[in-house]
């Protein structure tokens, strides 16, 4: 599709499991950015690569989290041993030019 | 500390009238200024933006008016139709020479437009 793709739509994890969620950006998009969105809140910025470099990683909010973009288009967030807090919507967005324009549907972590 | 503030959770408007959506902003370095639209179970999606040496963008329906000595910045709907009906929100933005242009995003406003 012409869109941001992400994989799982929806994820259930029992705490303390590791969860990877997957997205395709648009094709030929050089930025990337992964946010969390709470209930109720607004998206929280988690991070942001430039092609394949993880420019910016500010907003992850534990080092139980980790993003990766090995070849500068897929990009996978790995959540270490869940815990409860962790549950919220994770969107990815992708940008021809540094702004988050196109975002994804979003996967939905939920712990139990 | 919320630096992107949208202080009504919710808006209730006609089909057919104006419908104002409001957002502060507390931070000075915020240069560049953009609005989503969000249905629910789905991302948000880019409606229009403003930089900060403007003060007003319009496209189509939807008109972006900012304020930077006020550090406010509204979104207009004219006229407003019930496909309007979303979750609204404001996000701003910092210009940084070999950085992100990550974004902070208010709470958002659900806008309800009514037939």
């Known amino acids: 599709g012409a869109g941001v793709s992400q994989s799982p739509r929806y994820k259930v994890a029992k705490r303390g499991q590791d969860v990877a969620l997957r997205c395709d950006p648009i094709s030929g998009h050089v930025s990337l950015f992964w946010y969390q969105q709470a209930l109720g809140q607004g998206p929280e910025f988690l991070t942001y690569f430039q092609n394949e470099a993880q420019l910016d990683k500010s907003g992850l909010p534990s080092d139980r989290f980790f993003a990766e973009r090995p070849e500068g288009s897929v990009s996978t967030l790995k959540i270490q041993r869940t815990q409860q807090e962790d549950s919220a919507v994770y969107l990815c967005?992708?940008?021809?030019?540094?702004?988050?324009?196109?975002f994804g549907q979003g996967t939905r972590l939920t712990v139990v | 500390d919320q630096q992107v503030k949208q202080n009504s959770p919710s808006l209730s408007v006609q089909e057919g009238r104006i419908s104002i959506l409001n957002c502060d902003y507390t931070n000075s370095m915020f240069d560049y200024f953009l609005w989503y639209k969000k249905y629910p179970a789905e991302g948000p999606t880019f409606l229009i933006s403003i930089s900060s040496i403007k003060d007003k963008n319009e496209d189509g329906r939807f008109t972006v008016f900012l304020n930077k000595s006020a550090k406010h910045l509204s979104l207009h709907i004219v006229p407003s139709q019930p496909g309007d009906s979303a979750v609204y929100f404001c996000a701003a933005s910092a210009l940084r020479e070999g950085g992100s242009e990550k974004l902070v995003f208010g709470k958002g406003t659900k806008l309800t437009v009514n037939p």
């Open positions: 967005a992708s940008s021809p030019d540094g702004y988050a324009a196109f």
